[in-house]
Structure formats: structure tokens, C-alpha cells
């Protein structure tokens, strides 16, 4: 169940940093309102999955996921340049997580 809080923390994180996108092409409250509660959602999540998750593995998981999620959806919905470096960059941070997940079973 921690390893869905985790998840679903992860969702919310990403939710949240869009809509700081959203913010500065806008300029409007709604979107830093929508910052606000689904970042506060994520870390509520977080704190759930760390009662039986390693604080470290969780966070680099958290922090690895949110990140590729941010860079892929970045290019697809923003059009933002998707680079052989980032690529590579991508692949190492899901080989390093998926690591870290191992190293925890």
C-alpha cells in the first residue's frame, strides 16, 4: 500500500509542477492555487509511503519519477526540445530508481 501512496504522490507532484508552467504562461491564481493543493497533496502522500519506505529510496524515487515525468510531458505537451542528452539523462534516472527499488525488496 505505501509503494500506491508513493505512486500516487509522484502524480500530484507532477500535477503540480504543470501547473507552475501554467502559472507563468497565464499569470492567473487559479493555476498557483492548483500549485499549492496538489503539492500539498504530494506530500501528504510522501509522508504516508515513508512510514514503511526507506526516506532516501522514496524521495530519489519521487524526485527521479517526478522528473522524467516532467521532462517527457514537457515535450509533448509544451513542445519543449527533447535532446539525445535528456534522453540518455532519462534512462539513467530510471535505471538509478529502478536500482534503488531492488535494493529495497
Known sequence: M???YLFAGIIF????TLCIKQTSITNSYYWA?????????SFSLVG????K???GTAYAIWAGF?????T????????????????????LIVMGT????LGHA
Open 53 to 55: 519506505i526507506d526516506i
Open 66 to 70: 517526478g522528473t522524467v515525468a516532467i
Open 48 to 51: 504516508l509511503a515513508v512510514k
Open 33 to 41: 492555487g492548483a500549485v499549492l493543493i496538489f503539492y500539498i497533496i
Open 98 to 101: 529502478v536500482m534503488l527499488k
Open 13 to 16: 507532484e507532477v500535477m503540480g
Open 72 to 91: 517527457l510531458l514537457g515535450w509533448l505537451i509544451f513542445k519543449e526540445l527533447m535532446s539525445t542528452q535528456k534522453f540518455i539523462a532519462i534512462l
Open 2 to 4: 505505501h509503494w500506491w
